[in-house]
């Protein structure tokens, strides 16, 4: 008998539209110690059918079928019946933890619940334990953060704390919706390899729901494809990526951005001009901690030195985990937030210390697409007015019927239907509300773009779409970008040279083949090494490269030293230079990997 058995589940819910029919009939099988993926676009039932399982249905959602856990049946049980077995031994990772967790309570009041309900632990015990599970998912000061509320916690953070929630009881099953999408690499390696040691070590059967294939690729023995509500395609993992028969799973794999990708960004004009010059750029936060006797204010270097220069038509892609000082650099490039010291020459002049005043002639050749398009559009606002609202701002002569078409042409390019121009962002999909924030970024024809992590919570065939989208617009315009991702699969699809910062420094730089190719410090080769590719031959065989230590915090001095030699590791105020090894290859200086490795964690 199988852990976990689903048949013919049915999943519809009634709306002022009439009936939808979100899952029509899936039935499968996880055994113990198997990982079986559930692969698919936004919108094509997969979450829907184990929220359904785990009895968490809206009112207006009816559930029919079968689904046993241990031959147990689930599906339209009681609540407390339910109680029972969810957490201790059936679990599920959500795919948004800030709502899945409790806004007023604190990290380790959440995990304690959990703890008291399904194994009598309160207190100290139950501390201990929380504590051990947030340092087995990485998170820095990990003693800290059980006494914060999830709204101090960043995304990547807060899903840490829910995946050890998940795990606090080494569930029998555990359903991971989408496990990964906001986290570092590294920190994503890390926490499939804690899955994969549940799977071992436990015999707990893992159901995987994601759209990225570089996972499934790692984790699954088999997999279903969805769409629709229905399996368009199932078989063993090997047979989906080698022999994929439906055209949507063959378009789902050729999609996905791919580390050994022969696909090159557009080629810049040796004569291109510079256009942005930025030179040792720092940007401190005076942070204030309270330790009782030994309060105080603590320095956050967030940025602490960057130089580089962008010409026109190029793409810099910037790549690092959470915390390493990407976006903070965006934001001090583009003047949102003024930088501690350093120059940001544009066309020649220093941004520095301008005037809001004199800042403003420049924005319209300096944009932003941020990562979060709902949360960048005024909900008040139609989509045709959030992009319009630049051509108010900077060419105030046109007419309203002038801007409307503006506005068209732009809508055209950046794939949105005409029809949309009356929607408001909540009425889009998560796609087309990027192509609204792609839209407005270039209404005006600028000449810099930063695109920070503007795909990263797409899914792969609109990831596709909008990278293919942003090339285009690049190729057509003639502008620079600076393109801001942990993803380093999708930032070799885009870029010319690439950039990689750690703790607020650049520790190596390079043209985007000879950075894949031949990567030279130990961090670079870290981050390569834990992307997942969409090849399971090629993930079994794969060796990843771990650097001793946990994830470091920015607050933390000796955090910056981590990769220095060993002789200077004494001196927090020490400066690691970076050296050009090769033609327009930049290397901060540090010990080999082997001393590295070698290192006390």
Not at 251 to 263: H, Q
Not at 451 to 463: H, K
Request: glycine content about 6%; overall charge negative; charged content about 25%.
């Amino acid at each position: 008998m199988a852990l976990f058995s689903v048949r013919d589940l049915n999943v519809s819910f009634t709306t002022q539209d009439g009936m939808i029919d979100a899952v029509k009939g899936v039935s499968f099988d996880i055994e113990a110690g198997d990982c079986l993926g559930i692969v698919g676009e936004s919108g094509s039932g997969k979450s829907q059918t184990f929220m359904a399982a785990m009895g968490l249905m809206p009112k207006n959602g009816l559930a029919t079928g079968s689904v046993q856990l241990m031959g147990r049946e689930m599906l339209n049980v009681s609540i407390p019946e339910l109680n029972s077995l969810r957490g201790r031994d059936i679990s599920m990772i959500f795919q948004d933890p800030l709502t899945a967790l409790t806004p007023h309570l604190k990290i380790v009041n959440q995990m304690e619940e959990v703890l008291r309900s399904h194994q009598g632990l309160s207190g100290r015990d139950a501390e201990k334990v929380a504590l051990g599970w947030l340092d087995k998912v990485q998170i820095p000061e990990a003693k800290r953060r059980l006494d914060q509320y999830p709204h101090e916690l960043s995304g990547g953070m807060r899903q840490r704390v829910m995946i050890a929630m998940a795990m606090l009881c080494n569930p029998k099953v555990l359903i991971a919706d989408e496990p990964t999408t906001a986290l570092d690499v590294t920190v994503q390696a890390e926490i499939l390899d804690l899955m994969v040691g549940l799977q071992k070590e436990e015999g707990t059967a893992i159901a995987l729901i994601t759209h990225d294939m570089g996972v499934v690729a790692r984790m699954c023995r088999d997999v279903h494809v969805m769409r629709h509500g229905e399996f368009v395609e199932s078989g063993s993992v090997d047979e989906i990526f080698s022999a994929p028969k439906k055209d949507y799973t063959k378009s789902l794999l050729t999609a996905m951005p791919r580390l050994d990708s022969d696909d090159a960004p557009h080629a810049v004009a040796a004569d291109a001009e510079t256009l942005l010059s930025v030179d040792d750029v720092m940007v401190h936060f005076p942070i204030k901690q309270d330790r009782g006797l030994f309060s105080g204010t603590v320095l956050l270097k967030a940025v602490n030195g960057v130089s580089f220069d962008l010409r026109a038509g190029e793409t810099l892609g910037v790549v690092g985990e959470s915390g390493c000082g990407k976006s903070t650099l965006a934001r001090a490039v583009l003047q949102l937030i003024p930088p501690t010291a350093g120059a940001v020459t544009w066309l020649g002049q220093d941004l520095v210390g301008l005037t809001s005043h004199a800042l403003k002639s420049r924005r319209k050749d300096l944009q932003i697409v941020f990562q979060d398009p709902l949360a960048s559009l005024d909900p008040r606002m139609t989509i045709s007015a959030s992009i319009a609202e630049p051509l108010r701002t900077f060419r105030p002569e046109l007419t309203l019927a002038e801007r409307k078409i503006e506005v068209a042409e732009m809508m055209e390019r950046v794939g949105l239907d005409a029809r949309m121009v009356n929607r408001y962002p909540h009425e889009l999909s998560g796609g087309q509300n990027q192509r609204v924030g792609i839209a407005r970024a270039m209404i005006n024809r600028p000449k810099l773009v930063i695109c920070d992590e503007a795909v990263s919570a797409l899914d792969v065939s609109i990831q596709a779409q909008i990278l293919r989208l942003l090339k285009g617009l690049q190729y057509d315009f003639g502008m620079a970008m600076i393109f801001i991702s942990h993803d380093l699969s999708v930032v070799r699809a885009v870029s010319n040279r690439i950039m990689v910062l750690y703790l607020g420094r650049v520790v190596e730089m390079a043209d985007r083949d000879v950075l894949y190719d031949e990567p030279r410090h130990p961090y670079t080769r870290s981050l390569i090494s834990a992307v997942p590719i969409p090849d399971p031959h090629l993930e079994r065989t794969r060796q990843r490269l771990r650097i001793p230590g946990e994830l470091p915090s920015p607050l933390d001095p000796k955090a910056a030293l981590r990769f220095i030699p060993s002789r200077l590791t004494s001196d927090l105020a020490y400066q690691p230079s970076l050296k050009e090894v090769s033609s327009g290859h930049f290397v901060e200086e540090h010990d080999p990997l082997e001393t590295l490795l070698d290192r006390p964690a």
